[in-house]
Nanobody, 124 residues
Framework: QVQLVESGGGLVQAGGSLRLSCVGS????????IGWFRQAPGKEREGVSC????????YYVDSVKGRFTISRNKAENAVYLQMNSLKPEDTAVYYC?????????????????WGQGTQVTVSS
């Protein structure tokens, strides 16, 4: 059974940090570009970041550049999103998924694996 499981969300004050984890079960994440999406109530789903296969290049939406860092750990079958200098506008449910990933940003796939999401809440 294929599962992607996110964890690491929580409540943090503005300026604080969180590290989100995406761990694969029954699927090898290293085989795929992996992305992070977020969705807040009343807002469109947004592709935040993704990491390629091969050289492992990371890509970021402009609003998080310089604050978020995506990385892989092959041994743990995991992808992480380190989130620093958090702002209230970062508040959302964050999801990881298999994606298309490149200079154009985070691309949706017709067929993809998705996690269940983890809530990030940033207070002023």
């Amino acid at each position: 059974q294929v599962q992607l499981v996110e964890s690491g969300g929580g409540l943090v004050q503005a300026g604080g940090s969180l590290r989100l984890s995406c761990v694969g079960s029954g699927v090898t994440l290293d085989y795929y570009p992996i992305g992070w999406f977020r969705q807040a109530p009343g807002k469109e789903r947004e592709g935040v970041s993704c990491i390629s296969t091969g050289d492992g290049s990371g890509y970021y939406v402009d609003s998080v550049k310089g604050r978020f860092t995506i990385s892989r750990n092959k041994a743990e079958n995991a992808v992480y999103l380190q989130m620093n200098s958090l702002k209230p506008e970062d508040t959302a449910v964050y999801y990881c998924a298999t994606v298309a990933c490149g200079a154009e940003g985070v691309g949706l796939l017709v067929e993809a694996y998705w996690g269940q999401g983890t809530q990030v809440t940033v207070s002023s």
